[in-house]
């Protein structure tokens, strides 16, 4: 007489308990995504009802306020001392608002995490695009490679500091933004052909919140290079090690196949 874990039915319980086990390890895993993507809606919802609330009262309201100041010193004779105070007064202003413009869209645009990098960066550029009334193009070289989530943030970060930069200040005629997911690093440039810096002050006195920017890659362990022209340009580099900012699913073949291709090319250029 058979044992009972050699009958068929004990084989037909085993496999039907397999079958619950699987199913509610998927339905865990469900659940976690679901609370996740849960949270991250959440977090967006909360980041709009504060930008839409800075927008419609605080910077109307100083937009009005500026104006009313405007028309005061409009009417005060064009050699008064007190008339070029308030125009100084005036552009200071203004660049207070432009910042708080920025903030603002820097609030209601998306939180990013992982492999939607890519998106992230089109949809902030493709938003400056239309604030600031300057062509912008976006280009992805080789295949877009999920970062780790901590990455995939300060990444977001750096880059979308250096377009505010680049649309605000670089009075450029076309901006461009290139990410490429190389083997050994993770590279993004910010490009423009606007007036440039001067270069005896250092590429530091010209950009806004490039300390900070070096700080964030020297965190992740990457680095930040600026190179600037007077009315040549400026482009910022960040460059981050692949090893330490992609994630651990990354098809490592691919790493193959463009070494190869750059060690094909640079012999059919030496022949």
Not at 90 to 106: F, I, N, S, T
């Amino acid at each position: 007489m058979p044992l009972l874990i050699q009958t068929p039915l004990f084989a037909l319980l085993g496999l039907v308990l397999g079958c619950l086990l699987v199913g509610a390890v998927f339905r865990h895993c469900l659940r976690k995504v679901a609370r996740r993507h849960a949270s991250r809606l959440k977090q967006l919802e909360e980041r709009e009802r504060v930008a839409f609330g800075l927008h419609d009262n605080l910077l109307q309201s100083m937009q009005g306020v500026l104006l009313r100041v405007q028309s005061v010193g409009q009417r005060l004779p064009d050699d008064s001392a007190e008339r070029d105070t308030i125009e100084a007064i005036l552009d200071q202003a203004d660049e207070v608002l432009a910042d708080g413009r920025q903030q603002v869209l820097a609030l209601r645009l998306p939180l990013v995490y992982g492999d939607d990098v890519s998106q992230a960066f089109a949809e902030v550029g493709h938003s400056l695009r239309e604030n600031f009334n300057t062509p912008f193009r976006m280009i992805v070289s080789a295949n877009p490679q999920p970062l780790e989530g901590g990455f995939s943030e300060e990444i977001y970060r750096i880059g979308r500091e250096a377009l505010f930069n680049a649309f605000q200040h670089a009075q450029a005629g076309h901006i461009e933004l290139e990410l490429v997911y190389g083997c050994e690093f993770f590279s993004l440039f910010v490009r423009d052909d606007g007036k440039g810096m001067e270069v005896a002050l250092g590429p530091e006195a010209g950009y806004r919140g490039l300390a900070g920017m070096r700080a964030r890659a020297e965190r992740m362990g990457g680095a930040i290079e600026v190179l600037s022209l007077p009315e040549r340009g400026t482009e910022v580099i960040l460059k981050v090690p692949g090893k330490l900012c992609y994630a651990p699913q990354r098809d490592r073949s691919g790493c193959w196949r463009q070494r190869l291709a750059a060690w094909l090319g640079r012999t059919e250029s030496r022949g």
